[in-house]
């Protein structure tokens, strides 16, 4: 009976919040899966039946590889497990092929990825010292940290439903990220660089890993008052860190480099002919901005100010993916999100180089570089919005009264949305209504809560290395 | 209760589970002409909704009983009746008399899976929140564990949101009348239990252990004073409620009698299809059912039944105390599962309800048997394409009950209330030491089996001469435990009385 207890894992919480929720992608399976189900199927068919030089010029289908080459390899090594399963799902010319059985393969590689996303929460937990608060298993920050990461139902319902492999990449992530709590600063970096190769949208805050390793692992020592010390500058720790990155970049870019298939590479990964809100809008700055700007031509029309046939026809609503003009104020190019972008980021970034908070100041920049690029980006997925919430961690009481109203605003939007609007005549005029209201709501409050992140951030002391995170 | 914010995550676990199970496919789904009992209930919604109330059970033009017949009591009528209203709110189409046989989409899987869930929200749900909060002796965690089992329990969520039934309505109300009458409600709770049989008439497997158990708190308050008060009043209020239920099918003596022959249909013989009980486990061997003739068959089973459940129920009367009766409720149902006449496989959820409510007490045993009753259903969820949420939810289940009650730790002989029996084979058998182990051997036996059963279902195909042959092995197999649980929980109520009286008392 010994060994059955050990097999079941009695008693071991974090066992069962893991195979939990495992359990519980596996009732997703049957859910319903968006278009990246077959983005993801075409890519396994590509880089099975087509040679290498091919991947980043293959256009049959609409949804061509646009992630860098670790991913394509790893497509490439999940299609030999799918023909197992279904060999037709392997067939270029297949577009939307959707059988039982490559639902089942795509689920479970899904599910079985997100190990590494389990592993990368086990070692997160280790770098916690919960030894301040009670007994109590609901109180402790290891048990509470493992509940929001393994059970983030924003993760669940991106990768499980909707169909995508967000899980393992923020494995590889969070495990970088406590790798650098550990000290053990050369994997973290190349985790990092093997995950920017994964998929760059991560590219979004290597500035903070950056500005942390130079900073904090360049500089072996602080100065008393923690500012820094010129003179303990180690140059072997930069030129690793360099040989690192430089040498798990020459594996993703070398093959295509031989090819002389860069530039092409490169114009699959920065796509800038999409437009500056992605169909369905995110929820950050440009939404705000785009709606201030369909309010005041509204206004404009009304008032007479602005001559109806200049106003072009294309509406930002409509739902394609094209670039729009604005109609009163300034037009955005990518050049200028970019820049506001980096204004965006330079505060925090200075605070990390001034400022160090050891490893959690790092966290903390990370997230307000993940969100500072969030709010101001070129053609951003709302699911870039996970990056941002990984990171956090709950330290003092959760939501002020302001906050908690807003949560619950939440709410009886989604009542109007889901119910009552598509009783009003409305529905046929502006069917994009309730999106429009629900991504500008929630780029309020995704607003506020940067505002909040960065204010801590500027306002708290720096803290001298000797003291524990 | 403090962790009311633990409990309410736990019913969220618990919906979210069951909302995901429904999102497979249901019985007899795009199989014409009889599909299942899915169309069945769409067919009552749209015979209740269409037909006046003389006409529901009988046989006419618009009512061809051979399609899907209404075979239970008028409460589920009623309750089809209200579905149907919503159903002509929402989509007409989908109960328009004749024309929607075999209506098939998926707006109409969303509303019949909705129907489901609402009625398990409203009755069933609350019905296990209050029973675990109002347990005694154990800690509000463990309460709230207790809850998450049972709400966890896989066959319930199968047969409910897989294949598609109502049973929470009437397990819920049969749930609510063990908590009237164990908190002494009796009133209340004899009316949610008459409420419970007129829903299923199923129920009756539990009448017994209820009529028992009222009549010895009847004979302990006196039979000359208070006792023969209770004793009226219960039978007004059973009396009143089935008037009340029955209402339009008294008018007419020839409406009661056809309504009881669609309930009972003893035409139907002594078991049909594949099920885990004893008649179908001996036609393996000897064809009793083609052997012996119809009323014959009644007599048996009927003795049987009887004889095996007489002793725990004559121990109620004369002993009546709360965990007694539910003990008795688990032995009178398995009892009534195994030997009695027309028993079908799902009849087992009537089994695995008490076995749920006496979770905190033998966490070790209850376990093993909700696991076999789940095994039992396999031939029927596998028709049913269900096998993956059963093998999730069963895994989901385990993890639970390992993780909440450590039952590997709970397998000595007091933990599972075995004491007084082995010191009574002790006496005459000085070495009888070793019913532990065999419990646990058994245990393992019962695991490795049920899992290789189900690996061999699933992967291989049976041989040609015999096509039956893996739901025959998985009923014989589940039979066989069930057999043994039966003998574990008789020896549980008898043995009792000992420690019954020796320790506080324990209501």
Not at chain 1, 22 to 47: G, M
Not at chain 1, 136 to 164: A, C, M, R
Request: charged share 15%.
């Amino acid at each position: 009976m010994a060994a059955f207890t050990i097999a079941a894992g009695t008693g071991n919480w974090f066992s069962a919040l893991a195979l939990g929720v495992t359990l519980l992608k596996c009732l997703l399976i049957p859910t319903y899966h968006s278009t990246d189900f077959e983005v993801h199927r075409n890519w396994l068919a590509i880089t099975h039946s087509l040679p290498i030089s091919q991947w980043y010029y293959e256009a049959t289908s609409e949804w061509t590889l646009d992630y860098p080459p670790f991913f394509a390899w790893f497509e490439y090594i999940l299609s030999h497990v799918a023909k197992y399963f279904d060999q037709e799902m392997l067939n270029v010319r297949n577009l939307n092929y959707s059988s039982s059985r490559t639902l089942l393969f795509q689920r479970f590689s899904v599910i079985f990825m997100d190990v590494l996303f389990v592993y990368a929460v086990h070692e997160c937990c280790k770098c916690i010292d919960g030894k301040k608060v009670g007994k109590e298993l609901t109180e402790k920050p290891k048990f509470i940290l493992s509940v929001l990461l393994l059970w983030n139902f924003g993760l669940l319902i991106v990768d499980h439903i909707h169909f995508q492999y967000n899980g393992f990449l923020f494995g590889l992530m969070l495990l970088s990220i406590a790798r650098l709590f550990q000290k053990r600063h050369m994997e973290g970096a190349f985790l990092f660089a093997v995950l920017l190769h994964f998929k760059h949208i991560y590219l979004y805050v290597a500035p903070a890993y950056g500005v942390y390793l130079l900073r904090s692992y360049c500089f072996t020592a602080n100065k008393p008052d923690g500012s820094i010390r010129w003179n303990s500058f180690s140059f072997v720790r930069v030129i690793s860190l360099g040989l690192v990155v430089f040498l798990v970049s020459a594996l993703s870019l070398g093959p295509f480099l031989a090819l002389n298939q860069l530039p092409q590479v490169f114009s699959r990964l920065f796509p800038f002919k999409r437009g500056l809100c992605h169909a369905y809008w995110a929820p950050n700055f440009w939404a705000l901005y785009n709606a201030l700007d369909k309010v005041l031509s509204v206004i404009g029309l009304k008032l007479k100010f602005l001559d109806p046939n200049n106003i072009p026809k294309a509406s930002m609503t409509s739902g394609l993916v094209q670039q729009f003009q604005h109609t009163v104020l300034p037009s955005v190019t990518p050049l200028a999100t970019l820049i506001c972008t980096l204004i965006a980021i330079l505060p925090s970034i200075f605070c990390l180089w001034f400022k160090p908070q050891g490893p959690r100041g790092f966290l903390r920049c990370l997230t307000l570089c993940a969100l500072s690029s969030f709010m101001f980006g070129w053609h951003v997925h709302e699911k870039a919005i996970l990056l941002a919430i990984l990171p956090m961690r709950k330290e003092k009481p959760l939501f002020n009264w302001m906050e908690t109203f807003y949560l619950l605003g939440l709410g009886p939007l989604e009542v109007c949305c889901e119910f009552v609007f598509p009783f009003t005549s409305w529905k046929v005029k502006y069917p994009f209504l309730p999106l429009l209201l629900t991504s500008v709501y929630c780029a309020v409050g995704i607003t506020y809560a940067w505002f909040k992140l960065y204010v801590s951030v500027l306002i708290d002391p720096p803290v001298g290395k000797t003291k524990k995170q | 209760m403090e962790k009311w914010y633990l409990m309410t995550i736990v019913v969220l676990i618990g919906l979210t589970v069951r909302w995901t199970v429904s999102l497979n496919s249901y019985s007899g789904a795009g199989k014409p002409p009889m599909f299942g009992d899915y169309e069945a209930q769409r067919h009552w919604q749209e015979i209740t909704f269409n037909l006046p109330v003389k006409q529901w059970y009988f046989n006419s033009s618009d009512n061809n009983l051979q399609y899907w017949g209404l075979d239970y009591p008028p409460l589920t009528a009623y309750h089809s009746l209200l579905c149907a209203y919503m159903a002509k709110f929402i989509n007409p189409d989908w109960i328009a008399l004749h024309t929607s046989r075999g209506y098939e989409s998926q707006a109409h899987k969303l509303f019949m899976r909705t129907t489901v869930l609402i009625a398990d929200l409203l009755i069933y749900i609350p019905a296990v929140v209050l029973y675990c909060c109002c347990l005694k002796d154990i800690s509000t965690k463990k309460k709230i564990a207790n809850a998450l089992c049972i709400l966890l329990y896989p066959g319930l969520i199968l047969i409910d949101y897989g294949h598609f039934q109502y049973n929470s309505v009437s397990l819920g109300f049969a749930l609510w009348g063990v908590l009237g009458v164990s908190c002494d409600w009796d009133l209340l709770g004899s009316l949610a239990f008459c409420l419970a049989i007129n829903y299923k008439q199923m129920e009756l497997y539990h009448s017994l252990p209820f009529f028992c158990f009222l009549l010895g708190k009847c004979f302990k308050k006196g039979l000359k004073g208070k006792g023969f008060v209770l004793l009226v009043k219960l039978a007004c209020t059973v009396v009143a409620s089935f008037i009340l239920c029955w209402l339009p099918f008294f008018t007419e003596r020839e409406q009661t009698l056809q309504v009881l022959r669609r309930l009972f249909p003893v035409d139907r013989g002594l078991f049909e299809d594949k099920v885990a009980n004893i008649w179908c486990s001996f036609n393996v061997f000897l064809k009793i059912r083609d052997i012996l003739p119809r009323h014959i068959q009644l007599i048996m089973s009927f003795c049987f039944t009887f004889l095996s459940l007489l002793p725990a129920c004559i121990k109620l009367i004369l002993q009546p105390s709360s965990k007694g009766f539910k003990f008795t409720l688990v032995s009178c149902a398995l009892s009534f599962f195994l030997f009695s006449f027309q028993v079908h496989e799902k009849s087992i959820l009537l089994v695995s309800l008490p076995v749920c409510l006496v979770l905190s007490e033998i966490p070790f045993m209850s376990t093993w048997f909700l696991l076999v009753s789940t095994f039992s259903l396999l031939p029927l969820l596998l028709k049913d394409e269900l096998l993956m949420p059963s093998v999730v939810t069963t895994m989901a289940f385990f993890i639970a009950c390992v993780t909440s009650f450590s039952i590997f730790e709970k397998t000595s002989e007091e933990e599972l209330q075995l004491k007084s029996f082995s010191i009574s084979v002790r006496k005459y058998l000085p070495c009888f030491t070793f019913l532990s182990r065999m419990i646990q051997y058994l245990f393992l036996i019962s695991v490795i089996t049920m899992v290789l059963l189900t690996l061999m279902t699933v992967t291989l195909d049976p041989p040609q001469k015999l096509p039956d042959l893996f739901s025959v092995l998985v009923c014989f197999v589940s039979c066989l435990n069930f057999l043994f649980f039966l003998v574990y929980f008789n020896i549980i109520i008898m043995w009792d009385s000992k420690s019954g009286r020796n320790q506080k008392k324990i209501s």
